[in-house]
């Protein structure tokens, strides 16, 4: 049923709406009976071919293919639902299921709050095991396991590794993490592949306002160029809208403006970030980005290291507001770029 937004009535009835989840509930119980009863069998293949043990194994597979398939369609429509619902159950449960992103969690946590809050004890103080506790509590597990997963699955998680440019490790007051560090960054290869040199930055001088602003749009335009140039020859007659799914933009956040759009389909065709490309990476990509999303003008500018720019007395335009950025996007990125 498509949301409706009118007074109208819809076009289902709830007597009729609770009925459908009914029989919908009924066949998932039904087929994981099913499922699990046909069990013993093991896998399909060590039966001979056409003997009916193996056709009623490869029904079963279907089976869990099937509930495997409706699952993944209910999480996205549960997801998408927990933008507006007031059913904090639905909220609590997907809350907790997208942990392992960051950024969605914390949207959902938010929500949640807004929706509900915590009830505080006597001295208003929030009760454990709340959502923004639970996230800590569970960072900190999948962190302490992390060094064991490095040396079991060194080959598996240097993909990883290669692309970062820090390693998640427990900050300890009475452990000195350093020589560790060392030796896990040497065995994962880190930060082999991350766009900006990965090295420490105190040898270069310290790190500035830009910077830090910059340092997530290289990565994200970094990262989308590598999967458009490898996807390039598999993509068939997708869009290139559609490509950007997940890789730039993804649920709630609004599609990228058709402005933003035009300037990513040139990011394929520019050459790998160095200290010489920096100067096309910056007039080509970030600058005008910068401009669309985050420094259009100089009443909603509200980066501090934008808006300092904006505000000198020399800037009376948006012509030279874009020429001082350009040059200060240039000369960070060749400072912080590898060389070539």
Known sequence: MSQDHSNQKPKF?????????????????????????LDWLGNAKQHPEGSEHRDLALVRDKVDNALNRFGRRFDAIRRVRTEATHCTNMLVDVAVQRRGDASDALHLMRRYDALRGDEGDANGDPPSETFPDSFVGDTYLRVSALPELAEQFPKHIRHSARDMHGWPMI????????HEFQRIAELLELGADYPLAAGPRKRRGTETPLLHHLEPLVWRLHVLRSVLIKTEQTRGNEKFEGRLYWLWWQFPEKPPKPEIVAILKTVPHLPGLTQKTAGEWSGKAIVPI???????DRETCKIPALRNTWRHKSVKSVAIFRSRLHSAVQDTLRRFARSD
């Open 13 to 37: 009835d709830v007597g009729i709406v609770a009925d459908r989840f009914r029989t919908a509930e009924k066949w998932a119980d039904e087929a994981f009976d099913f499922a699990c009863k």
């Open 290 to 296: 910068i401009l669309i999303e985050d420094a259009a």
């Open 171 to 178: 900050v300890s007051h009475h452990l000195d993490c350093t």
